[in-house]
């Protein structure tokens, strides 16, 4: 066997090993992204209104996954930023149909299911995007008892974090809402989720 085809079989086991490697280095990170998603605690019973009138219930978290968060509309501060991210994310995955989000009012006697319809015109939100209103003590329960995020002298007082929940209606993780580095960490465990099926 001459010289140029040592050389040709040595490079050629030498991509195939690294590709090996390679293939098994994004295998272990996948799987680690899987166990950073270990179930938290599931959804329970909830009723509140879309801005249309029609009802959403725990049932419409089924077989969707789902990012949560509380907003209110004359927020100043982290709401903005939330629902600018909440958007950007929408338009990340236009082309999933196995994606939903959910924003809830905090100040449900100020937004009107008008109101909510303004603001979400105003960030351009899809048919996938709902924007939920409901009896402030429903609210609090959802928020405090069912995703565990702190709901205290609302409206400002909720909580800026956003919830992934997975298709059978378990919380997965939270990611604070205003932080780039926690959305780009979202967008990835939402890619896992996806292809978990």
């Known amino acids: 066997m001459n010289t140029i ?3 040709l079989i040595i490079a050629f086991f030498s991509v195939l090993i690294l590709g ?21 605690s599931e ?36 709401c903005p930023i939330m629902s600018t991210n909440m958007g950007l994310l929408q338009k990340r ?10 924003s809830i009012t905090t100040d449900p006697d100020y937004d009107s299911s008008s109101v909510l319809k303004e603001f979400s015109d105003k960030y351009s939100s899809k ?11 429903d609210v609090v329960k959802l928020s405090e008892d069912g995703l565990f995020l702190s709901a205290s002298l609302l409206p400002a ?7 992934l929940i997975d298709r059978d209606r378990n919380i997965r993780k939270y990611y604070e809402g205003t932080v780039d580095a926690n959305i780009v960490e979202l967008q990835k465990d939402i890619v896992t989720l996806i292809k978990q099926g």
């Open 157 to 163: 007082g909720h909580s800026t974090r956003l919830v």
């Open 43 to 78: 959804i329970p019973s909830f009723q509140l209104d879309n801005f249309d009138g029609t009802s959403f219930t725990e049932k419409n978290l089924d077989n969707k996954i789902t990012v949560a968060s509380f907003i209110f509309t004359q927020c100043e501060g982290a």
């Open 127 to 137: 048919n996938n995007w709902f924007f939920l209103r409901g009896d402030i003590n």
């Open 5 to 7: 085809n040592k050389k």
């Open 93 to 102: 995955f236009s082309d999933s149909d196995a994606l939903q989000f959910v």
């Open 20 to 40: 090996i490697i390679g293939l098994f280095t994004i295998d272990q990170a996948t799987q680690s992204r899987i166990n950073n998603l270990s179930v938290i």
